[in-house]
């Protein structure tokens, strides 16, 4: 039986361009109006998620910064894991490497992070890893699709999950995970149900319990309504 929905956002709940799937919307809010809890867990900052948990309707439980912050409730006080300076002392690296080869990197939302950093796809994200491994940074380069990230290793959207499952009373098995990209790998594996949709990379869709035939949002509704039965046999 399944208690609880966790879900990425772009690429999962959007479309290739980020807007929202509008049926993917509707589908969250049967859930929690039929009292699913429904998380949601992205590479956003919270800023940007709690307008989201806002306007979808859910209750401000969400995983963000892939896992580097976590909170129950929109008055919950938010977790912060990871160390945030270690990636900041790599992307300084990075910023002197492509700058020498006349390339700049664009930062996401700065000052809205607490625990990773984010920027743009504009640079090779293989060169970036050469990178950050040969500085023997502890650090994992994540590309979801819509941006680059540097977050500590150890910390991912899938142990942000079971910190969460824990103070909701529920076991990982409970829950239902549904994502896309490579920072969604840990939490699709953590959970009972682990979903890709059919737009996801390939080691995404190896880790899925069950990987969706429509791309994108479609896919997400695809999904929960396979697993609804699962949702409210209660
Ligand atoms: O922030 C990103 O790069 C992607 O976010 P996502 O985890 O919701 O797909
Ligand atoms: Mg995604």
Redesign the pocket.
């Known amino acids: 039986m399944l208690k609880a929905l966790v879900t ?5 709940i959007t479309d290739s361009r980020r807007r929202i799937n509008t049926a993917a919307v509707e589908c969250i809010r049967t859930l929690v109006d039929g009292g699913v809890e429904v998380v949601i ?4 900052t919270v800023c940007f998620m709690d307008g989201l948990c806002k306007m979808v309707g859910t209750n401000g439980t969400i995983i963000g910064e ?1 896992g580097g912050v976590y909170r129950r409730y929109f008055d919950g006080t938010l977790q912060v894991a990871g160390d945030q300076q270690v990636c900041r002392d790599a992307f300084t690296v990075l910023q002197d490497h492509f700058s020498a080869k006349g390339t700049g990197l664009e930062l996401y939302s700065p000052d809205y992070r607490f625990a990773d950093v ?1 920027f743009a796809r504009n640079v090779d994200v293989d060169e970036v890893r050469q990178v950050v491994r040969n500085h023997g940074f502890p650090v994992r380069v994540l590309d ?4 680059v ?1 540097l977050q500590v290793l150890g910390v991912n959207k899938g142990t942000a999950l079971h910190e969460l499952a824990g103070m909701m009373g529920l076991s990982p098995a409970e829950i239902m995970a549904v ?3 490579e ?2 790998i840990e939490m699709i594996r953590a959970a009972g149900v682990g979903v890709a949709v059919a737009n996801s990379t390939g080691t995404t869709r190896t880790a899925a319990d069950y990987v969706s035939e429509a791309r994108y949002g479609d896919g997400f509704v695809e999904a929960v309504k396979k697993y609804y039965a699962d949702f409210f046999s209660r």
């Open positions: 990425d956002v772009d690429g999962t867990a992205s590479g956003n892939n984010a979801t699709g819509f941006a990230h994502g896309d990209s920072n969604d």
